[in-house]
């Protein structure tokens, strides 16, 4: 490998997933944490730092930077994590503590901000003046590029699509809204549908699995719907509705050529997709709807880690 | 008058207001019409001509430019109007018809673009990074500042506020998406809101107007919640909720500096703004619910017309 590699991490609510990226966005190694094993915001640290570490000593050659990408609001002029509703990560300054602790350049965005520049510069928004991405996780995490630009807002704060409320009396979400579209279409909403439903369906495979003592996730419910079964199949495609209702919400406000879907929900690829096409085609305004695309991510669920490594590769260009 | 004056024509659903603006943003002679006089597109275009030619012949010198806040959907590029849902301009190239018609140059944006030009470069926003506008009146009008400048979209569509769900399974829109803002905050909504007190309410302040024959529009919802009516307080306090939740989403999407409230419902001021800031502190994301101004706009009504005015000049600085 060339000198010229970084590492690129994504931390998401759940999962660590770090990389030895090249110039070429080719990945070189990839070490997968859980993001929980940290309780606080010290334990946190020391697995963002093992996690690094791993991926330093399997690589070839130095490390030159090293990307984060980071489920939080991050100020961008100073890389302090603000806020997270999933994470101990409140006002931790996490690009400071990091180049100090790593001994590199460090830098921090959001962990959708982050997927939003690897998909705007190398993936499925390339060329796109106006764009939006939604990653559909633990919680949905967004980005938003307008006139070319990655839009952080005044404070490093745009492009929360998770916390859109497009239920106004709708449930009570972690941030503390009701209905926001993270309650109705993350991967943690798709595995309380699919539970519901294994609850409710006793004889569905959903309910097979629920007696076979199987965990009712939203990993199950992709995997029973790649594979025919019509009652997970219903269940993405619920989802996939009001993820069209939420792009809707997108397209109207942006009116973006291109939408792209990513997380570990996108899994679920056409399945979720076509149904959100669908609502999006009936209900959001013309001509803005004829024009979009809605497409997955290009780097899948990597959008993110590859994203930071893209950020860290600016410090050091 | 200097010989530098425009022409300022805001088209909303309902009104026509134009103006003639002088450098310093004066408004020598207002003019008023009613858009529906004109029924179909060359009815409507007549209209335009006539109240632009009315103000022209006011104004003490040269008129070098006009221009028009429509509320449709405008191609930046071709100043064609695409759609709009309350009038009949889709598809009319606005901007060349007008300038062979008039003989000056023409500039064309969708009005609430033009409300936010005004306030951004004049008014309410002056020097906000990023900031978004919403225009309250027969339907809602929206503007958004990203990076220091008006995001227009891939096609001239973005900012359009009034169709952001809020309520995914709520009442039909006139554009044929359902629970968008439009449908619980506009002028409209407002006016409807009234009537149905009137009816439940016999005895109310909204009762005794009907029961003397007055129309129950929204207007007079504000005129008696600024008397003092109880009633017509608490209509217009619901309002100002779903506002809020509006605004809630408007702050976790843009993470703006500013969101400037107009249009004819902002006459209601703070009886309106004070119950939407209070469901942003409850509901949106800290901190930028924390970081966010929420205020009327400067140019009250006029910012649609003023902005247009101020298009024009750019047209011939």
Redesign the interface.
Known sequence: MSAGCVIGVDLGGTKLLAGVVDADLNVHHRVFRHAREGKGPDQLLDVLVAAVEEAREAADGEVRAVGFGVPS?VDPATGVA??TVHLPLRDVPLKDVMAERLGVPVAVDNDANAAMVAEHRHGAAVG???AALLTLGTGIG?G?V??G?V???????????G???????GPLCT?????CLEM?VSGTALGRAAAEAAVALPDSGFGRALAAGRSITGMLATELAHDGDPVARDVVASIGH?LG?GI??V???????VVVVGGGVIAAGELLLAPARKVVA???????RD??RIVPTRFGDASGMIGAAVLAMDLVA
Chains 1, 2 share one sequence.
């Open positions: 609001l603000n806020t796109a003046s106006c967004g938003i307008a006139d630009r839009v952080r807002g005044a404070h490093g704060g745009a492009g929360e699509w916390h859109m409320v497009i239920a106004a009396d941030c503390g809204n009701r209905g109705l009001y209702v809707g919400n397209v109207n406000i942006l009116n973006p050529e009936e209900r959001a305004l013309a001509p803005s024009q979009v």
